[in-house]
């Protein structure tokens, strides 16, 4: 509708060609989305960013009388192909959020759920296509910025190479800009995950912007040797295909040096072995807080976890909420059947349920020992939107009512928690945590031997379970890590440090398994150094003008 009425405000006439340009970039937007999973097309990645790219350092500014406006400066028919490249990619990929609807189990009347579900998908795919936006924008300004008074004359654009290394600056920068706030999904990096193991090792180097920039720069070295070819055209001169070899032999060196990563031997010691089960309760959100869905929980639970002792498992992850009532109250736990089970059988376990913190609640995983004593708490440090928690609650609280069935004020966890098992010290997420890596990155630094994520995906659809389960992975590689993943309806899972899932369960299904996971000390030179490639890249793109100039002079 933005776009419609934005060609309307300004009277826009598309021509063919420009009609060609914009479903062009929609379609390798779309592309880009079918990269990741489910369908994990991953391939599409490494070209479909190339068309828009081209269009952006192809792009010639509009005069007015005569002059070319500020480069600062640019019509907004401009930002119509970063745009709709973006809603493509963003929509299609997180097209997944429609599955919060219908909320009637929630006392959402049918109607009102479909428009909530409608402008939340809205609003995260414009989030995410605002970050295209800007980036083509930068992109244009930097390109175009006036050399100072001395170097003028000496270069008037920068070279094809560094364009390429500051439009990969650019979007690894912003990329790590939304990362930091409250709403984070689709960086470019999980296109690969979790098919192409060898480039997601890229990560353990510099996290998930090590993988971003491979996947940028390869793009635009497509798009520069389009764009030379195109000028050779116009100029009459042959047209080959050499150019296109450097895109190609940078694309098979950073997968190259990915496999090499990803052939290092794990060296496992069996001291540091650990048995771990699993348990998929399968209770659908639409009866999980009345009498049927206590009574399932109840008898899916404890009967899981005593299976599993039997087995001899060490330890037993449960996924989020599992048990949707305050942990930390012993009056409310006490004669719970797991409870019993755990005094009973004395194995561990990792219980997802909710903490008190004075008036409000939190999403918690605790550690129970053979006694029912807690030994330690994680408390879930990003919340859901509208799903856990109001933005701006003091402007729209009054008008959109949390999407929750807690009577309780749900607040966040904080940041760097220690997570301390029998074990040793273990890496925690839950749910919307596993988008941000710097979160399990912070903890791997403090000691984390392992990474324990409880996930409750019940809302959506098997699309987003894909995605997610291809976050976890990722951040299981970028800490050198094993992963166990318990959710409630799928995908659980057993990941290890190379990326390889070794177990994944159903959708929709009832499921307990155990397997062997091994703690490890190493630190990755992500975990040691963090993302220091983005600052880099800064660095270098912001110094390459001038090194142009000079080599020009």
Not at 124 to 146: E, H
Request: overall charge positive.
């Amino acid at each position: 509708m933005w776009i419609l009425k934005n060609l309307k405000s300004h009277n826009l006439q598309l021509d063919t060609s420009k009609k060609f340009r914009l479903a062009i970039v929609f379609i390798s937007g779309i592309l880009m989305a079918l990269a990741t999973a489910p369908v994990s097309a991953w391939p599409l990645s490494w070209v479909a960013l190339a068309p828009l790219w081209v269009m952006v350092a192809s792009y010639e500014k509009p005069t007015v009388k005569g002059k070319k406006q500020s480069f600062f400066v640019l019509p907004s028919s401009f930002f119509l192909l970063p745009s709709l490249w973006g809603i493509g990619y963003h929509g299609l990929a997180l097209s997944w959020i429609m599955g919060i609807h219908p909320m009637t189990w929630l006392g959402v009347p049918w109607w009102p759920s479909l428009a909530i579900a409608l402008f939340c998908w809205a609003f995260i795919t414009f989030w995410g296509a605002a970050l295209v936006a800007v980036w083509a924008w930068l992109f244009i300004i930097i390109d175009s910025i006036p050399l100072p008074e001395k170097d003028r004359g000496r270069a008037s654009k920068v070279s094809s190479l560094i364009r390429v290394l500051i439009g990969t600056a650019v979007w690894c920068i912003l990329e790590y800009i939304w990362s930091s706030g409250s709403l984070w999904w689709t960086s470019l990096s999980y296109t690969q995950s979790p098919h192409n193991l060898a480039i997601l090792h890229l990560g353990q180097l510099s996290g998930p912007s090590g993988v971003t920039a491979a996947i940028v720069a390869v793009n635009g070295l497509i798009a520069e040797a389009w764009i030379e070819g195109r000028r050779k055209k116009e100029e009459g001169r042959r047209v080959d295909f050499i150019p296109y070899l450097l895109p190609a032999t940078f694309c098979l060196i950073v997968h190259l040096i990915g496999f090499s990563l990803y052939s290092l031997p794990l060296n496992e010691e069996a001291r540091s072995q650990l048995k771990i089960g699993i348990i998929q309760g399968n209770v659908p959100n639409e009866i999980k807080f009345n009498s049927e869905g206590w009574r399932r929980a109840m008898e899916g639970y404890t009967t899981g976890y005593q299976n599993l002792a039997n087995q001899g498992v060490d330890a037993v992850l449960i996924p989020e909420t599992a048990l949707p009532f305050v942990w930390t109250n012993p009056n409310q736990r006490s004669y719970l059947s797991l409870f019993q089970a755990i005094l009973a059988q004395k194995v561990v376990a990792w219980v997802g349920g909710f903490g008190q913190q004075e008036d409000s609640i939190t999403n918690s995983l605790f550690t129970i020992n053979g006694k029912g004593e807690i030994l330690s708490r994680y408390d879930k440090t990003k919340l859901v939107p509208l799903g856990e928690y109001i933005p701006f609650e003091q402007f729209i609280g009054g008008i959109i009512n949390r999407l929750s069935p807690l009577d309780s004020h749900l607040v966040a966890g904080k940041s760097k928690q220690l997570f301390d098992t029998p074990f040793g010290r273990a890496i925690v997420g839950i749910c919307y945590d596993s988008a941000f890596t710097e979160h399990f990155r912070l903890q791997a630094a403090m000691g984390g031997e392992f990474i324990l994520t409880a996930s409750n995906d019940a809302h959506y659809n098997s699309s987003m379970m894909a995605q997610h389960h291809a976050q976890d992975l990722m951040r299981g590689i970028e800490t050198d890590r094993w992963v166990v993943r318990a959710t409630n309806t799928g995908y659980s899972a057993f990941v290890n440090p190379r990326g390889e899932t070794l177990w994944i369960s159903g959708v929709n299904t009832y499921e307990v398994q155990a397997g062997n996971i091994y703690r490890r000390k190493t630190q990755t030179l992500y975990v040691r150094w963090g993302d220091w490639l983005t600052p880099l890249l800064l660095v270098l793109g912001a110094s390459s003008r001038y090194v142009v100039a000079l080599q020009r002079s």
